[in-house]
């Protein structure tokens, strides 16, 4: 079946890293996705992985894939108050439809 | 780049009152979808037209709601009568031909908030 969980609040002070958790199911995603969506906004690309990689880096964002365990994580470094929002994980299962996870409230404390 | 255009923005019914929302996807986009936002949760995908077929709408409430892709351009996603439990953030999203081929980022609307009372 398709799901993807995320766990839902994460807290942290400003400077700190930020580390959300994702697992998904359907292992024929060719991609696996961030969204972050801001409050009262649509949701926005924040990065993409391909599935054959296990590391993608793209300034302070870091993406891990655990393929095998079917485990998906994003690093945020130097977290910003500017970073609050909430981050959907997302997989593409077969067909070009997305997968949305419930998503994962940051809040950055000044 | 024009982004996805969403209207109205907002939208306040009584239940069992009808409302309709409407999407105009980015130029050239293939692909559009309509997904549901209940507050709290992530988007579900209600329905996805290629062009001005319809691709999945195995998730759509078909008894209530209805949506047509007229000329593979504009989209417009109906709800007769709404339910109490129809309130939630409607999203239209469009991505461009060859999607399984690149990197299949979706492109999204900033959504249609609709509260039933």
């Known amino acids: 079946g398709e799901d993807v969980e995320q766990s839902l609040f994460l807290s942290v002070r400003e400077g700190d890293s930020s580390v959300i958790n994702c697992t998904y199911t359907?292992?024929?995603?060719?991609?696996l996705y961030w969204y972050k969506q801001e409050p009262g906004a649509g949701l926005q690309l924040l990065t993409y992985i391909f599935s054959n990689m296990d590391m993608k880096q793209d300034q302070r964002l870091t993406v891990l894939l655990n393929k095998k365990d079917k485990h998906l994580s994003l690093r945020i470094a130097d977290t910003q108050t500017g970073d609050s929002a909430i981050y959907f994980c997302a997989e593409s299962p077969l067909g070009g439809k997305l997968i949305f996870g419930q998503g994962t409230e940051l809040s950055v404390k000044p | 780049e024009a982004g996805v255009a969403q209207s109205p923005r907002y939208k306040i019914i009584e239940k069992r009152q009808s409302v309709a929302f409407w999407c105009n996807p980015i130029?050239?986009?293939?692909?559009l979808y309509w997904y549901q936002q209940i507050l709290g949760q992530g988007p579900k995908l209600l329905i996805q037209f290629q062009n001005n077929g319809v691709v999945d709408d195995s998730q759509l409430p078909k008894d209530r709601f209805s949506a047509e892709r007229l000329k593979g351009v504009d989209s417009t996603l109906k709800i007769q009568p709404a339910k109490l439990e129809d309130s939630a953030v409607y999203l239209c999203?469009?991505?461009?031909?060859?999607?399984?081929?690149?990197?299949?980022?979706?492109?999204f609307g900033e959504g249609s908030r609709l509260t039933v009372l």
């Open positions: 359907d292992s024929s995603s060719t991609y």
């Open positions: 130029s050239g986009h293939a692909t």
């Open positions: 999203a469009s991505s461009p031909p060859g999607r399984e081929v690149g990197t299949g980022e979706l492109f």
